[in-house]
């Protein structure tokens, strides 16, 4: 009994084995085997068996093989006897799930010399087998073993086929008629396929219908080598003129199979690359090239919305029914014309059209060619109707994603803007009407708290307007010498009476070096996290800043001893407008710690909360660094003689 560990384990799949040779298809051979191991996920083997009729060509079957290897398959080279043989050994030893070889160049060899790929499928039953036609066109190739009917292969035949008529006229007489049957049992169940139906025939007619037609007509002994040799003759030789005009057709059918094989090769090609392109023009030029190179032929392209072009194209396509059907030659509608136009349309959407010219190519006059251009032109019209509504899709997700950034926008500044413009207008009312009634220290505090708001209402400004300007463009414009120190004092001294100084420690570098950076950006960003930490840290959260350069970074990191941001929400605190479960009690805008990254990123570094652990963090609340990659100078090393130009904090505010 099979084991419950035998149905859940899944089946391991065995390589793709790949058969190269010294044939030029070997490289597609090679590329048609990748693909079906890349379908099955499994690899590749390239095996070449060397034997001893083929040592003049083992150059270039090595050559394959090298190629191969430089593609990712592993390659085997063996010698045998018998390169069928060899095959089976090796795909009975790999266990492979699919071997890949050439599909014969000839028609079907006789009995005793069948190919290797007959001989492989006979031999292997149960060895799935993918058999690769020749991927160019019958025209662009010639092959020794492909076998043409002529003339004189016709006269040999009927040559043949007389001198057998003979031999079998003169065994007729000898042969008693008992066994005329058994005879004909005999040739036809014993002999190959092949070979199986010409004596056959000859038997059947010789020994079976001359002599029965010899008893019908009621001839005499004296007339019966007359009916041998007249009637005889005349039925096999109109035998064999049927049989050589079917045989005349073989290369023509085999001719029109290979070509339609390879156009197919060519439209999964041209589906590949269109499946991968995202641009239209791209996709114009990869059908256009497509087509240039498959007929040999000047192609012109034209979409729906360009001009129709002077000359001997205007007539095409200017007919009306060029936008639904293919006109010109070989077609009903201008058929005396030389040239074809093909529209590129999907239903209800015209794109544009193709323009082949038949003087350059004759074969478009072929209806095999006719179709092959409609088809490359249904796959543009696709192609390029996948890519109008993806450009839909795109636009309506921007518009969606402009909307929702709006109503954010307002659900989050409205408050940040309303409350401290009615604090100011309710202060100066009160201040207007009844100022008098009160003390000085009374109007000082509403004075006070105007301060305040005004401050506060040009700080969200100023993020707003920062965070427009860092949208549209995310470099810092103006970078220069500034130092560290007065950008980090400029930014308390920016928050004013909301920001306790007694509850801020301040830790900069003992170099005092000059930054090279854009401080209004820098000031812009500090604020933004000294402010966070005094109104989302609690009542008496204190506030450390410390600044220092490390290997040409400047690395500023502002930590408070609150409540720290929740473990869920520490991944999405920098997206715009995001306002967390503190946050939201508290009313903020959520665009602080978003400029301070935008900030950071114009000027080539990030903004990142320091995780808990970390030798830079020792407050337990939330903890945010900002790096800023910064050309750092030395004062030592400054002549203030010099050009140098070198901001003040009173030079930034002008």
């Known amino acids: 009994m099979a084991s419950r560990k035998s149905f859940t384990e899944p089946v391991r799949m065995g390589p793709v084995l790949v058969c190269v040779g010294s044939s030029p298809t070997a490289e597609f051979l090679i590329e048609q085997g990748f693909v079906q191991a890349s379908r099955l996920g499994v690899d590749l083997v390239a095996v070449h068996v060397r034997t001893a009729g083929d040592a003049g060509r083992q150059d270039q079957a090595l050559r394959h093989l090298r190629q191969a290897q430089l593609m990712g398959a592993r390659v085997i080279e063996l010698s045998a006897a018998d390169t069928v043989e060899g095959l089976l050994n090796l795909s009975r030893s790999e266990g492979v799930s699919l071997v890949v070889l050439g ?160 156009q197919l090769s060519r439209l999964h090609a041209i589906g590949t690359e269109l499946a991968a392109t995202a641009d239209a023009a791209n996709a114009w030029s990869i059908c256009k090239h497509a087509l240039e190179q498959s007929l040999d032929a000047r192609v012109e392209c034209w979409t729906s919305e360009s001009e129709v072009p002077d000359g001997p194209w205007r007539v095409l396509l200017a007919e009306p029914a060029s936008t639904d059907e293919a006109v010109g030659t070989g077609t009903r509608t201008h058929a005396e014309s030389p040239r074809l136009v093909v529209p590129v349309r999907t239903p209800g959407t015209h794109f544009g059209w193709f323009g082949l010219d038949a003087a350059d190519s004759p074969r478009l006059e072929d209806v095999r060619t006719l179709l092959f251009v409609g088809s490359v032109s249904r796959l543009l019209g696709v192609t390029l109707e996948r890519l109008h509504l993806s450009r839909i899709a795109e636009e309506r997700r921007l518009l969606a994603a402009s909307e929702r950034l709006r109503s954010d926008l307002l659900s989050s500044v409205s408050h940040d803007l309303r409350t401290p413009l009615g604090t100011i207008v309710g202060a100066a009312s009160w201040l207007r009407e009844s100022r008098s009634a009160h003390s000085a220290e009374t109007v000082e505090e509403f004075l006070e708290s105007i301060e305040v708001e005004a401050l506060r209402l040009e700080r969200t400004l100023d993020n707003l307007l920062a965070l427009t300007r860092l949208s549209g463009r995310p ?180």
């Open 103 to 262: 599909k014969p160049l000839h028609g079907t060899y006789p009995w005793p010399a069948r190919s290797i790929a007959d001989r492989f499928i006979r031999r292997s039953r149960t060895t799935p087998v993918l058999l690769v036609g020749d991927p160019h066109p019958p025209e662009m190739r010639h092959h020794a073993g492909l076998r043409h009917a002529g003339r004189g292969v016709q006269t040999r035949d009927m040559a043949l086929l007389l001198l057998g008529v003979g031999l079998l006229t003169v065994l007729a007489r000898v042969v008693p008629p008992s066994l005329s049957l058994l005879t004909a049992a005999i040739c036809t169940i014993g002999l190959g396929r092949t070979l199986r139906p010409a004596p056959a025939t000859l038997f059947g007619l010789v020994l079976g219908f001359v002599p029965a037609l010899h008893v019908a007509l009621g001839a005499s002994p004296q007339t019966a080598p007359l009916v041998y040799l007249v009637v005889a003759p005349a039925l096999i030789a109109l035998i064999g003129a049927l049989i050589s005009r079917l045989q005349a057709r073989i290369p023509e059918q085999e001719r029109a199979i290979l070509e339609r094989e390879g």
């Open 475 to 654: 470099e810092a414009d103006r970078t220069q010498w500034y130092i560290e120190e007065e950008i980090v004092l400029a930014a308390l001294d920016r928050l004013g009476q909301a920001l306790d100084r007694s509850r801020v420690t301040v830790n900069l570098s003992e170099e005092r070096p000059l930054l090279a950076v854009d401080a209004l950006l820098v000031e812009l960003a500090l604020t933004n996290l000294l402010d966070n930490a005094m109104r989302h840290g609690g009542g008496e959260t204190r506030v450390r800043v410390v600044s220092r350069i490390k290997q040409g970074c400047w690395l500023l990191t502002v930590e408070d001893s609150g409540r720290g941001i929740p473990e869920q929400e520490r991944e999405a605190v920098f997206e715009r407008f995001f306002q967390g479960s503190w946050g939201r009690a508290r009313r903020g805008s959520g665009m602080g710690l978003a400029i301070c990254r935008a900030v950071a990123q114009a000027h080539g570094g990030d903004a990142v909360l320091v995780e808990p652990g970390d030798p830079d963090r020792t407050m337990p609340g939330a903890c945010v660094q900002l790096l800023l990659p910064t050309e750092v100078l030395a004062q030592d090393g400054l002549d203030m003689e010099s050009d140098m130009d070198v901001a003040t904090a009173a030079e930034r505010q002008q």
